[in-house]
T-cell receptor
Framework: AQSVAQPEDQVNVAEGNPLTVKCTYS??????LFWYVQYPNRGLQFLLK????DNLVKGSYGFEAEFNKSQTSFHLKKPSALVSDSALYFC?????????????WGAGTKLIIKP | EAQVTQNPRYLITVTGKKLTVTCSQN?????MSWYRQDPGLGLRQIYY???????DKGDVPEGYKVSRKEKRNFPLILESPSPNQTSLYFC??????????FGEGSRLTVL
């Protein structure tokens, strides 16, 4: 079965330190990969996506993610964390660019940035 | 302002009392979808629509209905709500199969 894993329920980082939120996937074909963020009591917001090309993609709020095909991973990173980055982060994968392919979602990772 | 609007944002109801959660987008998006979010389970898709008059079941469609009579609206209907439908619901839309735009969510409690 196709799946997306976010192996950490929660990640704690001190403000100013680099952060990584992990995502691995198991899907067939060439996937399209997304990261979304959910702030408390808000809807999800798109952060960034990988479709093709450079494995390092940059997105909103200073976030970036690296696509690693051999490790089937798409980890979210930021060089210097801010307290305001504290939120719930979701990785999502679309198995291909076919209209029948719906997004497969990870369970989410709660990111806590401590001052 | 481009947005997806859901109503109501909060609702407490009783078992069996039909309710509708409305969703409207002003971006002329073809694709719309409903999700529910439950602790520990992440996001689960209920129904989606590729275009007007085209709807398909997602992963957890039981107990829900949808309609897509016009491009901008995609209401979620609970004909006979039950307590296990207590959840946080999100509507989302996208222009193609790209990034989704989400509404602010509708928190439903069924007693």
């Amino acid at each position: 079965a196709q799946s997306v894993a976010q192996p950490e329920d929660q990640v704690n980082v001190a403000e100013g330190n680099p952060l990584t939120v992990k995502c691995t996937y198991s899907v067939s074909g060439n996937p399209y990969l997304f990261w979304y963020v959910q702030y408390p009591n808000r809807g999800l917001q798109f952060l960034l996506k990988y479709i093709t090309g450079d494995n390092l993609v940059k997105g909103s709020y200073g976030f970036e993610a690296e696509f690693n095909k051999s490790q089937t991973s798409f980890h979210l990173k930021k060089p210097s964390a801010l307290v305001s980055d504290s939120a719930l982060y979701f990785c999502a994968v679309r198995p291909g660019w076919d209209s029948n392919y719906q997004l497969i979602w990870g369970a989410g990772t709660k990111l806590i940035i401590k001052p | 302002e481009a947005q997806v609007t859901q109503n109501p944002r909060y609702l407490i109801t009783v078992t069996g009392k039909k309710l509708t959660v409305t969703c409207s987008q002003n971006m002329n998006h073809e694709y719309m979808s409903w999700y529910r979010q439950d602790p520990g389970l992440g996001l689960r898709q209920i129904y989606y629509s590729m275009n007007v008059e085209v709807t398909d079941k997602g992963d957890v469609p039981e107990g829900y209905k949808v309609s897509r009579k016009e491009k901008r609206n995609f209401p979620l209907i609970l004909e006979s709500p039950s307590p296990n439908q207590t959840s946080l619901y999100f509507c989302a839309s996208s222009l193609s199969l790209g990034e989704l735009f989400f509404g602010e969510g509708s928190r439903l409690t069924v007693l």
